[in-house]
């Protein structure tokens, strides 16, 4: 009895841990926060969380195509870092302290 080979293609995209610190002053005071790009799944998303807690406070999201495409292309410091920018610019992580909801917004 004869077995032909058979070629397997599996594609598996293997998504870094991506953790970065970083300081933003609060109410006069500086708090330390991290952002870290959540595991699996689409689209992709950075939570922004206090360095002390687990708790969420902003999620941010790449969605559309536009957003999707960017988030493959660029290195993830890099997405992790315009995340941070993003809410930051937008005051959501003021506002999620503020509040105690998880904020969500898009890159």
Not at 47 to 74: N, P
Request: aromatic residues 8%; contains cysteine.
């Amino acid at each position: 009895m004869f077995y032909a080979p058979v070629a397997l293609f599996i594609y598996y995209r293997r998504t870094l841990a991506m953790i970065q610190t970083f300081e933003q002053t609060i109410d006069g005071k500086p708090v330390q926060f991290c952002a870290s790009i959540a595991d699996g799944g689409s689209p992709q998303r950075v939570i922004i969380s206090r360095a002390d807690s687990a708790k969420s406070l902003v999620i941010v999201e790449a969605s559309g195509i536009i957003g999707a495409i960017k988030a493959e292309l660029e290195e993830p410091e890099t997405f992790v870092a315009n995340a941070v920018r993003k809410a930051q610019q937008e005051g959501l992580i003021e506002r999620a302290l503020a509040t105690g909801e998880v904020l969500t917004t898009t890159l």
